[in-house]
């Protein structure tokens, strides 16, 4: 078992990766505690999922900002080198030319450097899964 010094938290694995602190319980809170240097992307990824899905609520799940819509739509999450964007795997499926050469990828999630943020095709992103949502679940 190794544990970790920062948080005390016991792992299976020697330095396993995880959260330590308080978790966040509002976007505020959880863009507060990233560093200085990566908020201002941050922010900018929040404004854009809030234009693109006004109507959506914004929460923690999964220790991330995540917009929910009758169920969740998209998470978003600071990382040390990028921003973890995670609409999906069908979402990252459909828009896979368009991240082909551009942004990393993998099931479920994009990895967007920081200081590259396209609000253009996180916007259609998003609307996208907003949309594929009310699809399967027409009212």
């Not at 308080?22 to 234009?51: F, N």
């Not at 799940?61 to 990382?79: C, D, E, K, V």
Request: glycine share 6%.
């Amino acid at each position: 078992m190794w544990k970790c010094p920062k948080c005390g938290r016991e792992f299976a694995r020697a330095n396993q990766s995880h959260y330590c602190g308080e978790k966040p319980l509002t976007v505020d809170e959880y863009i507060a505690q990233q560093s200085e240097e990566v908020r201002p992307d941050l922010l900018h990824v929040r404004g854009i999922l809030r234009a693109a899905l006004p109507n959506a609520e914004e929460r923690i799940s999964w220790s991330m900002p995540t917009y929910w819509q009758g169920r969740n739509l998209i998470h978003f999450a600071a990382n040390k080198r990028h921003i973890g964007l995670y609409p999906g795997d069908a979402a990252v499926e459909h828009f896979a030319d368009e991240l082909n050469g551009r942004y990393a990828y993998s099931k479920g999630s994009i990895r967007i450097p920081y200081g590259q943020v396209d609000a253009n095709l996180i916007a259609r992103l998003a609307t996208w899964c907003l949309d594929e949502m009310k699809s399967q679940n027409p009212r």
